[in-house]
Nanobody
């Protein structure tokens, strides 16, 4: 059975950095895209970033481009989101997801496997 679990959320101040980790188990996702999404209070879930195979060009939402960086360690089935220069508008529950295919996507329906989410709160 596939299990996806995020960790690393917390309370930080604007301008700080924070790293989120995602561990996937139950099968290998080496050849699958994986991504991060977030849901802010009162808003719909939105795409943050996605990564294909090792070496593939990552894909970012415009709102985080240049500040966030996604990477993966296929040997450990782990996905990392490094968040730099965080802003209060980055406050949300962050979800890790594993895709059915290899192509990174911003559409949540392309990701059948989801974690429970980790809270990130950015104070001003």
């Amino acid at each position: 059975q596939v299990h996806v679990e995020e960790s690393g959320g917390g309370l930080v101040q604007a301008g700080d950095s924070l790293s989120l980790s995602c561990a996937a188990s139950g099968r290998s996702f080496n050849r699958n895209a994986m991504g991060w999404f977030r849901r802010a209070p009162g808003k719909e879930r939105e795409f943050v970033a996605a990564s294909g195979w090792i070496g593939a060009i990552p894909y970012y939402a415009d709102s985080v481009k240049g500040r966030f960086s996604i990477s993966r360690d296929n040997a450990k089935n782990t996905l990392i989101l490094l968040m730099n220069n965080v802003k209060p508008e980055d406050t949300a529950v962050y979800y890790c997801a594993a895709a059915a295919g290899a192509t990174p996507s911003s559409k949540d329906h392309d990701y059948p496997y989801w974690g429970q989410g980790t809270q990130v709160t950015v104070s001003s």
